[in-house]
């Protein structure tokens, strides 16, 4: 955003923070277009910062992601690894569950092996990114199996964020199924 005017400068805040709470009031498929006349500009004005869906939801959850990879790089120095892989896989669960459109953000470009460079920055790409090391101990310290990946665990929390988040208490429902997955996860039960 440097080097833009002022007036585009208070357009993209101002977008954004519509945009945060139309989102966390109704999903991913919030519409640009209420978003735009809640912000007091036009549809073209948001699409010019944020070309795309995806964009916008990026740009909302970004704050959170950063809090989520933070507490990965503190996660990486606990003495038990699964208990810190958890922890962090639940954290992720709870605001994918809290933030409405984050599972549907991680899921609009699903992983893939050949990195692009559009993929890069991506909040799948930095979840990935933080997730892989706390994965790796645990499987290194033999409380996590070896044969499973970064993205298939992303894929099962946000699995289990779409399939709950309409139920009458989604916290409850996404914990429950949440245990039974991990179980098959290693061999200590939690």
Known sequence: MTGQRSDA???????????????????????????????????????????????????????????????????????????????????????????RGLADALSYQPLTDASDETGQDSCAAVIEAAGAPLLRKAAADRTARADITIRD?????????LATENHTDPTVQADRVFRFAIQGLGPTDT
Do not use: M
């Open 9 to 99: 400068r208070r357009n993209f805040a101002r977008i954004l923070t519509v945009a945060e709470a139309e989102v966390a009031a109704h999903g991913a498929d919030a519409s640009l277009e209420q978003i735009a006349r809640v912000a007091g500009v036009g549809s073209a004005t948001v699409r010019r910062h944020f070309p795309t869906r995806k964009a916008l939801l990026e740009a909302v959850f970004t704050q959170r992601i950063h809090a989520l990879c933070e507490l990965a790089d503190t996660l990486r120095g606990e003495a038990d690894s699964r208990a810190a892989l958890l922890r962090w896989l639940r954290e992720l669960l709870a605001y994918s569950l809290a933030a």
């Open 153 to 161: 665990l992303l894929t099962l929390i946000v699995g289990i964020a």
